[in-house]
């Protein structure tokens, strides 16, 4: 059986998910250790996640800002949790020059910084000793920020956009008079992370709570939207942070009261990334390359002209053009591709690319009036390539519905994977043991999707037990899904009565 | 006369501009030297100016992309005149991890990095390790590609907006098969910002190309757009190069010709970046604060409910938030100010940060269904607040209208300046000398505007006197205007025949 891509899921996830990102044109490794080179085609995908999380921000009542990229090494100083979190893996700007010395371009020492600075890994604190300021009283509260920014986290095995030294993200940040109504905030903005993986990028995700071992530095808690990848693997989506006062007090966030009293607030921060592209591609794509969501897909409906550098040409290019206009005006994003390369070749690179409706316009169809299409998430039938057909007023009448038919098919199949995959009858650590266990003797990274238990919600050392007693099957706690209720089984890991359920999985 | 700032443009143009930046919200200085904080009203300036440029840069057939913050030092090295023109202010990571040791945080000694990191002053050269790649037949050519990004260039003297370390800006870079394809772009992308400057910025400038020793580090030709302000400096609003062939050959951009040869690429890269917010500032600004054209107001029409505590403050809210439902339906930005201040404070906090139209509703406007409105670019009639009246439906319907006057009105009145203030009457040094040093004598920052003069175009050692002499004058070369035709007058520098006019200008 051919298919598009060299390798498929089956055979090697992380090779196949290495040759979609590059044979769909999404990113390729720079010169830069860690850091991704983000092409037009991926880069797109990215504009279309922005400009939608960014209006529900807005609409959520939050304005952007922007901060320094730069934070002082004492700012990081002060956190003692966050410092613990963060330290390991930030990049230090120590000099503000070069020379050359001896024909050598190096850091000039007579520019060393008296401070180092440090490229954000996050901005708690650089935004903390602003929100210091313009936090004076309760009628400037809450205080409701966002921002898009590149931040590093240096990162030892990089992979392009699931882990990478640079990435590109949005970081709210928001302060508020009193705990409840920052918990409000913190659960309101997973609600809008929640929707917005479900609604536009056809990803079904389990919202929760992580447990103490998986907090955010700082955090007093830290919630998750979890995904579910082709390998049966959880991907964090996005993350949202309740930090209590931790950050208030280290950076000195009060308020004066409505009663003329003083009062620390209380702050919360939450954020999606770069990585979110890497979940579409682990969601949707195929051994045929990448499946994009109409929502997100750059172009939507790309026509491939097929051209035989006759005279027809002519005739079969002035049909694309017409029909991408009348594309265009019913408000879809579409293309004509007439880059000089052989028809088939521009088939498959679309293909590969994930453009949701791809029609191919030959002599015949021009006479015929006639659009031959083909679906990318219904692409063939066994090894055959499915393609239809349809009058040129019903295909660009009926393309919006085509395209939110695929939109709800692309959730539908990834929702179906995710409810089939998710075992809550596995009753004790035994058997979660030799439920993956097995796997992990004869291939550890074979598809076991996630487990969902009851357990007693142990602190501490008690805790740590437990993340040893997974970490040796490589499995970890993703979280503990909101809205569940009792009664609980007994706790998977202790016997003991379980008080809640959790999500156990392998995971990016 | 009681104005709404502390300090007026005659009294001090400078602490002006700073009181504008603070009183109108735009931003502020940050615990990082040189790095500013952008707040709300100040990076929706910069959310509409990248929106619409974005769009622009779009429809010419530019792509976005985004590369490596950081450049390896390497790279930088490669371009001779590159590394000379930028190797003086750059940020440089050195370590990749932070470590507490004997209590302090400090560069961990173990986690040097093997070769430097620059933090992009400009991408030039990591784009060209790209391009490079992306390149190889005629067939990929031309290649046109832009990002939004931050950049850092070590500053010893920063400005808010003006001149920051770090600052926020459009990179276009393109690779071309010939040079007069390249050059046809980089005067396609000067005419772009041009017409942006003037038809959404409301701010006139002159297009033309930078002398020699005024230059892009590596360019063959630099052009800019340059904006009058209102002290009658000039203000470099935005750039365009050729590069010719010097990246290509440093970066090795070659590509298979038609013809089966290898031929190098030539390269062009413009931008433009948050000093267009300064040049807003400083074209439009008044002694009450910002006039912001309506174009890239956030918020074009506020609306302040007047409200005093009584039974029909609900009257007044209900009629506020009718007018801007009809405002915002007609595709206006309109804004209700609900803040829990006095009124009187809400206006003068409106039109210090010059949002176009300010609406004030008292319970009488709402008995008679009348709306008084203040224009913000026509505030006063000598001291008195001017205010106009008009039926609910006829204001809403002429709204856009109205708005419209006032873009137009701003680009009128500054262009009107630029007009008025250009002398191209002097014609020999000694009488520019004059002009500008009776200034100096008494005050070196009284308005004097610009001068336009014929030059005959020296080169080498003979511009470089013509730099130091302007130089006493705290004069520049800022470009010799497009479009323009002979005969010339002698050269002012020399009296031999001039080649072309020039402008020349204090500068920002």
Redesign the interface.
């Given at each position: 059986m051919t298919r598009a891509l060299s390798v498929t899921r089956e055979e090697n996830f992380p090779e196949w998910y290495l040759s979609v990102v590059r044979d769909a044109d999404m990113a390729?490794s720079?010169?830069?250790r860690g850091?991704?080179?983000?092409?037009?085609w991926g880069?797109?995908v990215?504009?279309l996640i922005q400009r939608e999380l960014d209006q529900q921000i807005k609409d959520t009542g939050h304005?952007?800002?922007?901060?320094?990229?730069?934070?002082?090494?004492r700012?990081?100083?002060k956190e003692a949790q966050h410092?613990e979190g963060f330290?390991?893996?930030?990049?230090?700007?120590?000099?503000?020059?070069?020379?050359?010395i001896d024909g050598v371009?190096?850091?000039d020492p007579e520019a060393k910084l008296e401070e180092?600075?440090?490229?954000r890994p996050t901005s708690e604190t650089?935004i903390g000793?602003?929100f210091q300021?313009w936090v004076q009283s309760y009628?400037d509260l809450p205080l409701l920020?966002n921002q898009w920014?590149?931040v590093?986290r240096?990162e030892m095995r990089p992979r392009l956009f699931l882990r990478t030294a640079?990435f590109?993200w949005q970081e709210g940040h928001t302060a508020h008079a009193d705990g409840d109504e920052a918990m409000a905030e913190t659960r309101l903005m997973l609600d809008v992370y929640r929707r917005f993986c479900e609604d536009f990028l056809a990803m079904p995700v389990v919202a929760g709570e992580k447990p103490e071992n998986e907090r955010f530095p700082g955090a007093v808690s830290t919630y998750s939207v979890e995904a579910m990848m082709q390998d049966g693997k959880a991907l964090q989506a996005g993350t949202s942070h309740y930090l209590g006062t931790h950050f208030a007090e280290a950076q000195n966030i009060r308020y004066q009261t409505a009663e003329g009293g003083v009062a620390l607030c209380h702050t919360t921060s939450w954020g999606v990334s770069t990585r979110l592209v890497g979940g579409v591609i682990m969601t949707h794509g195929d051994d045929d390359g990448l499946r994009l969501p109409p929502a997100i897909a750059p172009k939507q409906v790309v026509i491939v002209p097929m051209l035989r550098g006759k005279p027809e040409d002519e005739a079969v290019l002035d049909f694309c053009e017409a029909l991408r206009r009348q594309l265009a005006a019913v408000g879809l994003r579409a293309a004509v591709d007439k880059?000089?390369?052989k028809s088939a070749d521009k088939r498959w690179n679309w293909v590969r690319r994930g453009a949701p409706v791809i029609v191919e316009v030959g002599p015949r169809d021009v006479a015929a009036g006639v659009v031959t299409f083909m679906r990318r998430d219904r692409l063939r039938d066994g090894d055959k390539v499915i393609s239809a057909n349809a009058g040129l007023d019903d295909f660009v009448g009926g393309a919006a519905a085509l395209l939110a038919d695929i939109q709800a098919n692309l959730f539908n199949e990834a929702k179906a994977r995710l409810d089939t995959n998710l075992r809550s009858d596995l009753k004790t650590f035994a058997d979660i043991a030799a439920y993956f266990g097995a796997a992990a003797a004869d291939d550890a990274d074979s598809f076991k999707g996630w487990v969902r238990a009851p357990w007693c919600k142990p602190t501490g050392a008690a805790l740590e037990q437990v993340e040893e007693r997974l970490k040796a099957l490589k499995l970890t706690i993703r979280n503990a899904p909101l809205g569940q209720s009792g009664p609980y089984g007994a706790c998977v890991f202790t016997g003991a009565p379980g008080v809640e359920d959790i999500l156990i999985a392998r995971a990016y």
């Open positions: 390729e720079s010169a830069v850091c991704m080179v983000i092409k037009p880069f797109g990215w504009e304005e952007n800002c922007y901060f320094p990229l730069f934070i002082p090494l700012f990081i100083a410092v330290a390991k893996e930030m990049a230090v700007v120590t000099h503000h020059r070069l020379k050359s371009l190096q850091p180092p600075l440090v490229v650089i000793d602003t300021r009628r920020i920014a590149n590093v240096w640079e590109l880059k000089q390369i």
